[in-house]
């Protein structure tokens, strides 16, 4: 591979040399050399919207925009002459003339700054002290860089009504500029085109066409629009007047099996937003509705478990974690290895799973743990847990020629994989989708089979070939379009299925799940499977399943060598001495037992009450480390302290064991657990190291009573939907009544 050559320019009386294909706006940010911009950002399109970013090139007449203009060998570039000065002051007169600016001049503005915080909850907003993006609005900056210190035109207050209407976020389109940031990353990054520009001249605005509210248009609620806003046009409804955080932590999405990358929002020990990473390798910063909005919500609900809680006749007694250590450590120390089931979430970090499974088999003795995805597979755990140990890397997509996507809808979840497959199609790749209902990938699709889960099963078959004996009659409107399809599908040699959450409400999903298990192994197929259990990898590598050793599976020689587990015998409905749940929300379905053990952040819903009550701290309180749905390990950093007396799952659980055989889990810090797992799976703590997995068999019989798998897309995390998170917050309540009414899925 030849390197790449590169190009010697002059900017500004200096010489430098930067890649082809860069524009002279990216240079000069290369080298630090400022220019104004309020419409170009990287990663998007250039524009040219606002014009400030002119400059002077030898050789060009007039003023060429920097953004626009691509950089050549020998080029002559000046950024900062006094014509340019002057013409920048009148092109940012022109854009404050329509948007509210009598603050940017005032000469008190540092008294308001100081003094007069509580102003800015406005339902009219007339200048930056009354803007929830005050000290945060790129316009400020650009206007003190510029040093425009008071404008010759009159100002016109464009007067559009305050959009509220629609969930997550607030449009006030007074204080939009029309830089076209908010269109190009609907429609160019996101893929989604929701966003448009409406009308013309003075009464120009950005929106959904037709009036339609976002909702009734498919917005994903990404939440792009709102990161990449300069102005306060665009604001988050539950961290708009909270002012510039103090600081940012990068950590992983616990929400799906993606990982994305989240950049916390942290002011004064609370997580205020989420912004996305745009230079992160896994997602590009394609963060979905849930990463970008539901964090804060979530970690800060006012019906967080705040202390150690013990059940009497009369409700619920706060006492503190020397008595809840001693109480749990008193019902465990001798309780029989069979009469004890512990029931971890796949929600965990890897560090928690870890110490739960060392918890039950050396200090109880007993390999009796569960997990939620027991009661919702049943007897098809096996098969799916199989599938999934065998699911390729998400970027397989980038390459294929063929998408076949079952039961899967990226509208609120899985964005990466929705908008690699987006891509996909547009370059040519055929996408043939496969539904109960409309989703966001028909638009782009060769084919939508719409049609009931009764019939996935054969279609399924005679798509791929897996199995077509008896299909062909069910589907005799769609004849042609399936032969059409069968064909290419042999023909093309890099295909992809994606199968979706849908798959596994499906009545038919064992015989589902086998011919995709039979296509991936004969058929030449990759398959990407986008569950709702987030550290499902994590969960099977920690050995936090009922006969599975930690590391078994983990394939360290290429090879699947296969590892078998029999459930058959573990009895999920039998009666029990005591359950400890960890992380598990769904109480009603466990057995009977003596004493319950709840170790949690949030209540649980179900009408069941546990005797014990511990308060986990949460994802944001705490570090580790998961396994995302490719098997890379990504960590998860502390960005608060854990929410009054909360503390890791791994901390409870240590201090219990400790407490019952002292020595055998002595761990002071998570590092210390992370050591242990290294020196049990090699290599393990390569952060960002992708672990290959073999082969897994796991017989199990469906346990009596078990609940229906939940509904497509919902949010769930640790258990607990967000609907009981938010319970009693009529205005987000609403909002999520809004996403779960929508007949493309729910968050």
Request: aromatic share 8%.
């Amino acid at each position: 591979m030849t390197k790449e050559k590169k190009l010697s320019i002059t900017i500004d009386n200096r010489t430098v040399e930067v890649r082809p294909h860069l524009t002279i706006l990216e240079a000069a940010r290369t080298h630090n050399i400022y220019i104004p911009s309020l419409c170009a950002m990287e990663h998007l399109p250039s524009y040219g919207a606002c014009r400030l970013c002119v400059v002077e090139v030898d050789g060009l007449r007039g003023f060429p925009t920097s953004c626009t203009t691509p950089v050549e060998d020998g080029m002559v570039i000046r950024t900062d002459t006094g014509e340019i000065r002057t013409l920048r002051q009148e092109v940012l007169k022109l854009l404050l003339s329509e948007h509210p600016a009598s603050c940017l001049f005032c000469t008190e503005q540092d008294e308001c700054k100081d003094y007069q915080g509580t102003i800015r909850k406005a339902g009219v907003i007339t200048g930056c002290r009354y803007c929830p993006n005050d000290t945060r609005c790129e316009l400020q900056q650009v206007t003190e860089r510029i040093g425009l210190t008071e404008t010759s035109y009159p100002v016109y207050y464009r007067n559009f009504p305050v959009e509220k209407n629609d969930p997550f976020y607030d449009r006030d389109y007074n204080l939009c500029i029309l830089c076209g940031r908010c269109v190009r990353v609907c429609n160019s990054v996101r893929l989604n085109g929701t966003l448009s520009f409406k009308q013309r001249g003075k009464i120009t605005t950005v929106g959904p066409a037709f009036d339609r509210t976002h909702l009734e248009a498919g917005c994903e609620f990404c939440g792009a629009c709102v990161t990449v806003c300069p102005t306060g046009a665009l604001s988050t409804k539950t961290s708009k007047w909270y002012g510039k955080p103090d600081k940012e932590v990068a950590t992983t999405c616990v929400y799906c099996p993606v990982g994305c990358t989240l950049k916390l929002q942290v002011r004064k020990s609370e997580v205020l937003d989420v912004l996305p990473d745009y230079n992160s390798a896994l997602d590009h910063g394609f963060i979905c509705v849930k990463g970008r909005f539901a964090v804060p919500e979530y970690v800060h609900s006012s019906f967080r478990i705040p202390v150690p809680q013990r059940i009497t006749p009369l409700g619920y007694n706060d006492i503190s974690w020397d008595e809840a250590i001693a109480e749990a450590a008193e019902r465990l120390a001798g309780v029989k290895p069979d009469s004890f089931l512990m029931m971890v979430s796949p929600q965990l970090t890897n560090e928690d799973l870890f110490v739960a499974q060392q918890f039950a088999r050396q200090i109880i003795g007993s390999d009796q743990i569960g997990s939620p995805l027991l009661y919702d597979l049943g007897a098809d755990t096996g098969p799916f847990v199989n599938l999934v140990s065998q699911s390729s890397a998400f970027d397989v997509i980038d390459d294929a020629e063929a998408v076949l996507a079952i039961g899967f809808d990226s509208t609120y979840d899985y964005a990466p994989i929705g908008i690699g497959t987006k891509k996909a199609a547009q370059r040519g790749a055929v996408l043939v989708t496969i539904n109960s209902c409309d989703t966001n990938l028909d638009m782009l699709s060769e084919m939508a089979f719409t049609c009931g889960t009764e019939k996935w099963s054969a279609l399924v078959g005679l798509l791929t070939g897996a199995s077509a004996q008896g299909a062909a009659p069910l589907f005799p409107t769609w004849k042609k379009d399936i032969a059409g399809i069968q064909g290419i599908f042999k023909k093309s040699t890099r295909k992809v299925i994606i199968a979706g959450p849908g798959l596994l409400a499906a009545p038919q999903r064992t015989e589902i799940i086998e011919k995709l298990l039979k296509v991936k192994e004969k058929g030449g197929w990759d398959i990407i499977v986008a569950h709702p259990y987030s550290n499902l990898k994590g969960m099977l590598a920690m050995g936090a399943f009922h006969g599975i050793k930690t590391g078994a599976i983990i394939n360290e020689n290429g090879q699947a060598e296969g590892v078998k587990g029999d459930l058959s015998k573990f009895d999920l409905t039998k009666g029990c001495t005591v359950i400890y749940a960890v992380g598990v929300s769904d109480l009603d379905s466990l057995p009977d037992c003596d004493y319950l053990i709840y170790q949690n952040a949030l209540p649980s819903e179900s009408q069941r009450r546990p005797d014990l009550l511990l308060p986990a701290a949460l994802f944001t309180e705490s570090s580790g480390t998961v396994i995302n749905g490719e098997g890379r390990i990504l960590p998860v950093n502390k960005a608060v302290e854990p929410y009054r007396s909360a503390k890791p799952d791994w901390w409870i659980l240590n201090a219990i064991g400790e407490r019952i055989k002292k020595g055998v889990m002595k761990y002071a810090q998570v590092q210390s657990v992370q050591k242990e797992i290294a020196k049990t799976i090699k290599g393990f703590p390569g952060v960002k190291k992708r672990l290959e997995f073999s082969r897994i068999d796991v017989k199990m019989k469906t346990p009596k009573g078990a609940p229906k798998m939940r509904k497509q897309g919902q949010f769930n995390y640790r258990g607990i939907p967000l609907e009981a998170v938010v319970k009693g917050m009529k205005a987000i309540e609403e909002r999520i009544e809004l996403i779960s009414g929508s007949n493309r899925g729910a968050i």
